[in-house]
């Protein structure tokens, strides 16, 4: 089972709605990242946060929000977004990024559908 | 940057027999080569990883081989099961592209009882 949990499993929002998505780790990881992944295609990388710091974002939308409350906790911020945002957000964490060959542990998602 | 293809996109197979997926990368300064595999409606999980320092590693029914030479490395499953009916992604990264995952365009497998 999965180390890395994610709430809610589901979450239907309408364009002018403000939601989050929230992600939990207790492994002591300090990178933690944020993925999109659409129907029949890989993950897309979309933040990471390394040691509470945002590292990469992928030219992310503004209407997607990262936050890192602390080493254990990180959020997605969701507002005016658009059906075809519409997809699995993949929450995943590793050790660190400071070295090639840390393992990446993905949680099991947040399927978000936009009406 | 890196590039990752994996082939086949499809794999159908009889409960028992092996299985196997094909990935390439470009990228001559990576180093690391996870094996994903996601069930309906779930997260990717881990199955196995390879670095560039083994040229075999094995768990089990699965095993994952590397060619540094040619850029490539594949996943082996033998005595299938239903359960391994999955999507499956090969991945690569190095500290020469910020050590990011690039995942290959995913193989769904279905073993047929």
């Known amino acids: 089972d999965t180390e890395v949990t994610q709430t809610p499993k589901h979450l239907v929002m309408g364009m002018t709605n403000k939601k989050s998505l929230k992600c939990e780790q207790h492994?002591?990881?300090?990178?933690m990242y944020w993925y999109k992944q659409k129907a029949k295609k890989p993950p897309e990388l979309m933040f990471v946060y390394s040691y509470e710091k945002l590292s990469i974002n992928e030219s992310v939308p503004s209407r997607f929000s990262p936050e890192c409350p602390n080493s254990s906790l990180l959020n997605l911020h969701l507002h005016a977004l658009q059906p075809e945002d519409s997809a699995l957000y993949l929450c995943a964490s590793s050790r660190d990024r400071g070295f090639s060959g840390n393992t990446i542990y993905f949680g099991e998602g947040s399927w978000l559908t936009v009406v | 940057g890196e590039n990752v293809e994996q082939h086949p996109s499809t794999l159908s197979v009889q409960e028992g027999d092996s299985a196997v997926i094909k990935c390439t990368y470009s990228?001559?300064?990576?180093?690391?080569f996870p094996w994903y595999k996601q069930e309906l409606g779930k997260g990717p999980q881990l199955i196995i990883d390879?670095?560039?320092?083994?040229g075999e590693k094995k768990d089990q029914r699965i095993a994952v081989t590397l060619n540094k030479t040619a850029k490539h490395f594949s996943l082996h499953i033998t005595e299938t099961q239903p359960e391994d009916s999955a999507v499956y992604f090969c991945a690569a990264s190095g500290r020469a592209a910020g050590n990011k995952l690039t995942f290959g365009g995913g193989t769904r497998v279905l073993v047929k009882p």
């Open positions: 990228d001559s300064a990576s180093n690391y």
């Open positions: 390879i670095r560039s320092n083994v």
């Open positions: 492994m002591g990881h300090r990178a």
